[in-house]
């Protein structure tokens, strides 16, 4: 039961150039999208959220974006850092549940090459 | 900057015992959970917690596992009696009230090894 897809298990990159990660869903009730990073032996870090009432969120080197029509969201990241390299998994709740439970991707390992 | 913190880093044990993972969540949120990692695959909800009790399940939280807040600081996992399948790593999240009441704070996790 695929409710989030991350259909690229992998993405090597240059630095210095853009890292584009996808993330399908089909799931009609999600509304709140969020990406964490995660490295070895490390719990997930937060990244990055988007509410369905907007296309996109940006901070910093990190944009999300958001087509719900398609039921897809990417995330950028610009420029992209050696230190970026990590596991990027994205995932996402129905805010009009109370306990907010995470359903995940299976993750999209970022390589960036000096 | 708060964060969550899990103990041990990684648990050892023989299938048919008892273990209990431990965490200590960030200090003012009042949303707590469990998600585990099989090896090669999805971090899995299994259990959200609000006001001293379960919240929400999942189907993998049967009635091996339990969860307590012992006192106004830990949370913990139970797992009665272990099994092969319960091999993972185990995550705690944690939410809070203000700002950012929409976004789960994780801990680094507890690796568990049933023999």
């Known amino acids: 039961d695929q409710q989030v897809k991350q259909n690229s298990p992998s993405l090597s990159v240059q630095e210095g150039r853009i890292s584009i ?20 032996a490390e719990g997930p870090t937060f990244l990055i959220s988007i509410s369905s009432i907007k296309d996109k969120n940006e901070d910093g080197r990190f944009t999300v974006f958001l087509n719900k029509s398609a039921k897809h969201l990417s995330l950028h990241i610009v420029p992209s850092q050696p230190g970026d390299s990590a596991v990027y998994f994205c995932a996402a709740f129905n805010s009009g549940g109370s306990n907010y439970k995470l359903t995940f991707g ?9 | 900057e708060p964060e969550v913190t899990q103990t041990p880093s990684h648990q ?22 469990w998600y585990r990692q099989i090896l090669g695959q999805k971090v899995e909800f299994l259990v959200s917690f609000y006001n001293n009790e379960i919240s929400e399940k999942s189907e993998i ?33 944690s939410r809070g009230t203000g700002v950012r009441t929409d976004t789960q704070y994780f801990g680094p996790g507890t690796r568990l090894t049933v023999l």
């Open chain 1, 106 to 114: 299976k993750g999209t390992l970022l390589t960036v090459n000096p």
């Open chain 2, 61 to 93: 939280f049967d009635d091996q596992f339990s969860v307590e807040r012992p006192d106004g600081s830990n949370f913990t996992l139970k797992i009665r009696s272990t099994k092969l399948e319960d091999s993972a790593m185990y995550f705690c999240a």
């Open chain 1, 21 to 40: 990660l996808n993330c399908d869903y089909t799931n009609s009730m999600f509304d709140y999208f969020l990406w964490y990073k995660k490295y070895p």
């Open chain 2, 12 to 33: 050892v044990t023989q299938m048919g015992q008892e273990v209990i993972l431990r965490c200590v969540p960030i200090s003012n949120h009042l949303y707590f959970y």
